[in-house]
């Protein structure tokens, strides 16, 4: 993956996108810290999410968690 800073990637926005259609990886950097990726959609029917499932047993404890952690959230009230 290439590094590129923020203003080139403004400045060679068009040439950018170019080239990750061609395949390439970008990550866009900002006074020293890499703050974003740039790279080719990844297109698919779902068969590697249906395949992963069927790797993974179901975790029966999940949905109780999930449960739990939500009594102990709390709600923000947004205008």
Do not use: N
């Not at 040439?15 to 866009?28: N, P, Q």
């Not at 020293?32 to 029966?60: S, T, W, Y």
Request: glycine share 6%.
């Amino acid at each position: 993956m290439t590094d590129i800073s923020a203003t080139d990637a403004a400045r060679r926005f068009a040439d950018l996108l170019d080239a990750v259609e061609d395949g390439e990886h970008f990550t866009i950097v900002r006074r020293g810290k890499a703050v974003a990726q740039l790279e080719p959609v990844r297109r698919g029917r779902g068969a590697h999410a249906k395949a992963l499932f069927e790797r993974h047993r179901i975790d029966r404890e999940w949905a109780s968690e999930v449960s739990r952690a939500r009594e102990v959230l709390e709600t923000e009230e947004r205008p």
